[in-house]
């Protein structure tokens, strides 16, 4: 039993006398793509009351913003409906 408690008493002592050795993480920042950030202009328009809560409605459904919705409807449109040179041209 002596031999036990003066074990435990040079292991305390130890514990006491050495600090804990902790692991160092080293932390390194992930490599990401670069976000191509496009220019954003304000683009304001007055629409049906009716066609604004199908709308809303719409965003409600497929999780999406107003914003995201009216970029797809205004790309599915012009896509459909004006040639690639032509918007360009008239972007110019």
Same mark, same amino acid.
């Given at each position: 039993?002596?031999?036990?408690?003066?074990?435990?008493?040079?292991?305390?002592?130890?514990?006491?006398?050495?600090?804990?050795?902790?692991?160092?993480?080293?932390?390194?920042? %992930?490599?990401?793509?670069?976000?191509?950030?496009?220019?954003? %202009?304000?683009?304001?328009?007055?629409?049906?009351?009716?066609?604004?809560?199908?709308?809303?409605?719409?965003?409600?459904?497929?999780?999406?913003?107003?914003?995201?919705?009216?970029?797809?409807?205004?790309?599915?449109?012009?896509?459909?409906?004006?040639?690639?040179?032509?918007?360009?041209?008239?972007?110019?």
């Amino acid at each position: 039993m002596e031999n036990y408690k003066n074990k435990l008493g040079s292991l305390a002592d130890k514990l006491k006398q050495e600090r804990p050795k902790t692991p160092i993480q080293e932390v390194q920042p %992930v490599k990401a793509l670069a976000d191509v950030k496009v220019a954003e %202009v304000q683009f304001n328009n007055w629409i049906p009351k009716s066609l604004l809560k199908r709308v809303k409605a719409y965003g409600v459904e497929y999780d999406l913003s107003l914003k995201h919705i009216n970029i797809q409807a205004l790309e599915l449109y012009l896509s459909h409906k004006a040639k690639p040179e032509q918007t360009i041209k008239n972007a110019l």
